[in-house]
Each structure stands twice: as structure tokens, then as C-alpha cells.
């Protein structure tokens, strides 16, 4: 049956930002499909709600609490699949993030910092975990960008040369690790998260960008999981150095900073 191909039973995947927002539900979705989760953050009780949840399903979660701004923290999640789960098939680089700031305000080093949290962290925690995927003969790799890796508006410089490049990263990466390793993106426009609730709690504010967006709404977590499951399970096994847009369809910003011209 076609839905036999969105499974992941007995596969093992690490999801990072996994504690709340599209990380949990991806591993959430993931441990409906079958797979057991390495999962990360910085906050250990959220954590342990998603695992919980995991548990519930009757998969296994490993929890690994970890600031992955510090690449030198892979590794833990890494050797936490292979201890205690037996491998990596699959590794969702969810964590990531910059706030907008004006142009003028963008120092070098808040531009350097946005680049190593969205693009060094996922390349060095697919580094760690490729020979371990090789070894057990493959696997997929799904990094979580954004639409502002596409379109082009005021006040998201670092943010949005941040998650280009990650866009970009992942047809490398792709091309390095093929055939064996699939290596995908998501293009995430917004989404109702924690991250977006000076929206989510501001009527006007939000009914402005629900507007501005085709499909007249906010996406779900639930809805970038899905994509995700897609992309890493063998529904997708044809797909590899692509970028899925899952933004309700927009082409410009939909959220005005209102900064004033130069």
C-alpha cells in the first residue's frame, strides 16, 4: 500500500529543536511512523514532554539536552543514537533561528552568528552523522529553512542570507553524499509556534499577516511534520537536493517590520 511507504518502523532519527513547536511534532510524527528519536534543546522539561508523548506511542526517545550553537555538541547526539538506539537513518536539522534586525544595525558578527547557528551547526551535525548512516547503507537528511532564504524584505538580512545558504547547503550536501544519503530542505513560511506569538497574541497584527499569505492563514506544526515525513521516508526516495516551499503560498514577506526608508 502506498501508505506503507511513509513509514520509518525501527528506523532511528535525530530531530534537534525537538522541544517544542515544528521539532516536537516532527518527532512526534516520526514516532507515529515507527521510528525510534534522538531529540534536542536547550531546555530539558521540554524535552521530556516530547518524550513522553514519544513513549506513549510505544517508540523510544533519548533525550539529549544541548546548545548545538557549540558544534562541539553533535557529536552527543551522535553517539547517543548509535549507544542507545543502535544508529542514524535519518537527521532533522530543525534548530535555527536569528530575529530581523535593521541593515544598519546588522554588525558583522550578528550576520557571522545567524550564518553558524542555521548553516554550520546542521552541516556539522550531518558531518558527525554520515559515516554512521553509510554504515548502515543510507539514510535522509532533512534541514528546516525558509521562505526568507527566497524572497527579499526589509530587516531580515542575516536571517535570510542565513537560511539561503542553508537552502543552498543542501543541494551540496546532496551532491556530496549521493546516492546513498538524501538530503532535502523544507522552506517554511510562518508557522504557529512559540516563536511566533507577539503574532499569534496580537489580533490585528496577525489578521494582517493571515492576509497577506494565498491560503488566508497561519500553517500548523503538524503541517511542516508531515513534509517532513514525506522527505525522509522512502515516499520521498526519489527526491534529494530539493527545497519544498511549505508557506501557504507566498512570494514576498508577509509580516511588514514598518521600517522607515533610508
Known amino acids: 500500500m502506498i501508505l506503507d511507504r511513509f513509514r520509518l518502523t525501527d528506523q532511528v532519527a535525530i530531530v534537534t529543536g525537538a522541544g517544542r513547536g515544528i521539532g516536537a511534532a516532527t518527532a512526534v510524527a516520526f514516532a507515529e511512523a515507527g521510528a525510534d528519536v534522538v531529540i534536542s534543546s536547550r531546555t530539558a522539561a521540554d524535552l521530556d514532554r516530547v518524550a513522553k508523548t514519544i513513549a506513549e506511542l ?6 539529549v539536552e544541548a546548545d548545538l550553537d557549540d558544534t562541539g555538541a553533535v557529536a552527543a547526539l551522535v553517539d547517543a543514537a548509535v549507544s542507545d538506539l543502535g544508529g542514524v537513518d535519518v537527521v532533522v536539522n530543525n534548530v535555527g533561528g536569528t530575529m530581523p534586525r535593521p541593515l544598519l ?6 550576520l557571522e552568528r545567524a550564518f553558524h547557528f542555521n548553516v554550520t551547526t546542521a552541516v556539522a551535525l550531518v558531518r558527525a552523522a554520515a559515516p554512521v ?12 529553512s525558509s521562505v ?3 524572497v527579499a524584505g ?15 547547503a543542501t543541494r551540496l550536501l546532496a551532491a556530496d553524499l549521493a546516492p546513498r ?8 513560511g510562518s508557522v504557529a509556534t512559540s516563536a511566533l506569538d507577539i503574532v499569534v497574541e496580537n489580533e490585528p497584527l496577525r489578521t ?5 499569505t494565498p491560503l488566508r492563514r497561519l500553517g500548523q506544526p503538524d503541517e511542516v511534520a508531515a513534509a517532513a515525513l514525506f522527505l525522509a521516508s522512502a515516499a520521498g526516495g526519489y527526491v534529494t537536493g530539493r527545497t519544498l516551499p511549505v508557506d501557504g503560498g507566498i512570494d514576498s514577506p ?3 517590520l514598518g521600517l522607515p526608508d533610508l
Open 58 to 63: 510505544g517508540r523510544r526517545a533519548v533525550v
Open 105 to 110: 544595525d546588522t554588525s558583522d558578527g550578528f
Open 133 to 144: 548512516m553509510l554504515e548502515r547503507g543510507g539514510g535522509s537528511v532533512v534541514n528546516i
Open 148 to 150: 526568507m532564504g527566497r
Open 154 to 168: 526589509r530587516g531580515y538580512l542575516a536571517y535570510g542570507v542565513a537560511k539561503g545558504a542553508l537552502s543552498h
Open 181 to 188: 544519503i538524501r538530503v532535502n530542505a523544507l522552506e517554511v
Open 208 to 212: 494582517a499577516m493571515e492576509s497577506a
Open 254 to 256: 508577509n509580516l511588514d
